[in-house]
C-alpha cells in the first residue's frame, strides 16, 4: 500500500497565503522576509495575529533557500500536508448543496502549473470535487496552491490508485462519464452536459489513456481551426467546464 507523505506543505505568495488566511484551514507558521512590511504584507501580519499564527521573520538568502517557488513575493506558510477526501465525499458534497453531481477526473496531468490552473478554473465552475490518480500525476503542492491563487483550499481533492475502478464506481452512483478526445465526431458545445456528470481530461502529451476512453459514456472535442491541433490543458477543461455551466444553470 502507497504511503502518503506526511511532511509539511507550504504554500507561497501573498495572495494565495491571504486566502489560505481567510479559508481557515490550519496554518503552523508564517515566515516572512525581514523588511517586508509594505502592501499585502500588513494585512497578512494583521490577520496572523489576530488568529495567533507564529510569525517568523528571516533574511532574504534563507527565505530563497526555503522557497519551492520562484516568486514567493517573500511570504512562505507551512501547513500539514494537503488533506485529500475520498470519492464519497465528493458525492456527499453534491447532495449537501442538493445539486447533480458535477466532478472532473484528470488522467494524468503531470504538470503542476497546469493542475493549479485546473483546480481554479474548476472551483469559479462550482464543480464539486476533482479526481486525480496517485501515480505519475501531479499532486498538490506550493506551486498548485500558488497557480489555483489559493482555489485548492476550496477544492475538494481525491487521489485514486485506478481511475478506471472509479469511474465504474461513479456510474453505478449514477454519474455520466465525458471524455475528451480529439479524434471523436461530436463538438463540446453539441452535447448534453446536464445531470450527474463527470469530465475526463487526459494527460497534457498523450491524452486519455485507451481504457479509461474505453470506460467513458461519451465523447466530445473541441473544434481546432489554427496549424496546431491541441490546446493546453487547462485551457480545454475551461472551454469544456464553462459549457457545462453554462447548460446547467
Known amino acids: 500500500m502507497e504511503k502518503e507523505k506526511k511532511d509539511e506543505g507550504q504554500v507561497e505568495g501573498r495572495n494565495a497565503v491571504l486566502e489560505l488566511l481567510e479559508s481557515g484551514k490550519d496554518i503552523n507558521k508564517i515566515f516572512i522576509t525581514k523588511g517586508e512590511k509594505h502592501g499585502s504584507i500588513h494585512k497578512i501580519i ?80 462550482g464543480v464539486h470535487g476533482i479526481i ?12 498548485v496552491n500558488k497557480v489555483s491563487a489559493g482555489a485548492v483550499e476550496y477544492m475538494k481533492i481525491a487521489r485514486v490508485t485506478n481511475i478506471s475502478n472509479t469511474m465504474e464506481e461513479l456510474k453505478k452512483a449514477g454519474v455520466w462519464i465525458c471524455g475528451t478526445d480529439i479524434n471523436t465526431n461530436t463538438f463540446y458545445d453539441k452535447q448534453d452536459f446536464k445531470g450527474p456528470l463527470a469530465i475526463v481530461i487526459g494527460n497534457e502529451g498523450t491524452g486519455m489513456s485507451e481504457k479509461v476512453r474505453k470506460n467513458c459514456d461519451f465523447l466530445v472535442k473541441i473544434p481546432m481551426k489554427g496549424k496546431i491541433t491541441s490546446l493546453n490543458a487547462s485551457v480545454s477543461t475551461g472551454i469544456i467546464l464553462y459549457e457545462a455551466v453554462k447548460q446547467r444553470n
Open 46 to 125: 494583521a490577520i496572523a495575529k489576530e488568529k495567533r499564527i507564529i510569525l517568523v521573520e528571516k533574511d532574504k538568502k534563507q527565505m530563497e533557500q526555503m522557497a519551492q517557488t520562484p516568486n514567493y513575493q517573500g511570504v512562505i506558510a507551512t501547513v500539514p500536508p494537503f488533506a485529500y477526501c475520498e470519492v464519497e465525499d465528493i458525492l456527499e458534497e453534491a447532495k449537501k448543496k442538493q445539486e447533480d453531481p458535477f466532478i472532473l477526473i484528470l488522467d494524468g496531468i503531470e504538470d503542476p502549473h497546469n493542475l493549479g490552473s485546473i483546480i481554479r478554473t474548476a472551483e469559479t465552475a
Open 132 to 143: 486525480i490518480p496517485k501515480r505519475r500525476a501531479a499532486t498538490v503542492n506550493s506551486t
